[in-house]
T-cell receptor
Framework: QKEVEQNSGPLSVPEGAIASLNCTYSDRGSQSFFWYRQYSGKSPELIMFIYSNGDKEDGRFTAQLNKASQYVSLLIRDSQPSDSATYLCAPEGLTGGGNKLTFGTGTQLKVEL | GAGVSQSPSNKVTEKGKDVELRCDPISGHTALYWYRQSLGQGLEFLIYFQGNSAPDKSGLPSDRFSAERTGGSVSTLTIQRTQQEDSAVYLC???????????FGPGTRLTVT
């Protein structure tokens, strides 16, 4: 089982719709979860983090966390073409020499006009 | 403030040559990470430095790869006897002590011909 699993997509949604991006993780000890956005040809950019079970909202973005199910998701409301990118899920965990982020391979989102 | 900087932005080298890639983290960030991202692929963790602790080298793919961090700040990733499969974007990230969120530099695109 991969440490972090994401559907690679592409996930296509029409402009204005809600995009739902999902991630499961294997380390039950993970306490902090991060979402990064990566535009094609660019480096990853931090957009959201969540520590507690439930929802956390920031503008059009909502992160949802369910530690019992080892599941974290990112909702993007009123999707715009500028949201088209790859979204990386990154839980914190004890790996190798210390606690650090483990990145999923990402879900490609395409927002269509 | 200034973000993570990396140099060069692009490097083309011949197979068998050695290359050095440089990363200058955000001022005050004690942790520094190197990743590799091949075209269309996810982030591959290479090495992690945290303050004066021994680095986590668990992601280095072979003994041709090495990295050092001088004075707890600037880091250099060295690839000896480059191979075509080393062609990728090399990304550096940094974070504050006690924080997991990482901030990425723009990357160095390495092409081995």
């Amino acid at each position: 089982q991969k440490e972090v699993e994401q559907n690679s997509g592409p996930l296509s949604v029409p402009e204005g719709a809600i995009a739902s991006l999902n991630c499961t993780y294997s380390d039950r000890g993970s306490q902090s979860f991060f979402w990064y956005r990566q535009y094609s040809g660019k480096s990853p950019e931090l957009i959201m983090f969540i520590y507690s079970n439930g929802d956390k909202e920031d503008g059009r973005f909502t992160a949802q966390l369910n530690k019992a199910s080892q599941y974290v998701s990112l909702l993007i409301r009123d999707s715009q073409p500028s949201d088209s990118a790859t979204y990386l899920c990154a839980p914190e965990g004890l790996t190798g020499g210390g606690n650090k982020l483990t990145f999923g391979t990402g879900t490609q989102l395409k927002v269509e006009l | 403030g200034a973000g993570v900087s990396q140099s060069p932005s692009n490097k083309v080298t011949e197979k068998g040559k050695d290359v050095e890639l440089r990363c200058d983290p955000i001022s005050g960030h004690t942790a520094l990470y190197w990743y590799r991202q091949s075209l269309g692929q996810g982030l591959e963790f290479l090495i992690y430095f945290q303050g004066n602790s021994a680095p986590d080298k668990s992601g280095l793919p072979s003994d041709r790869f090495s990295a050092e961090r001088t004075g707890g700040s600037v880091s250099t990733l060295t690839i000896q006897r480059t191979q075509q499969e080393d062609s990728a974007v090399y990304l550096c990230a940094s974070s504050l002590r006690g924080r997991y969120e990482q901030y990425f530099g723009p990357g160095t695109r390495l092409t081995v011909t």
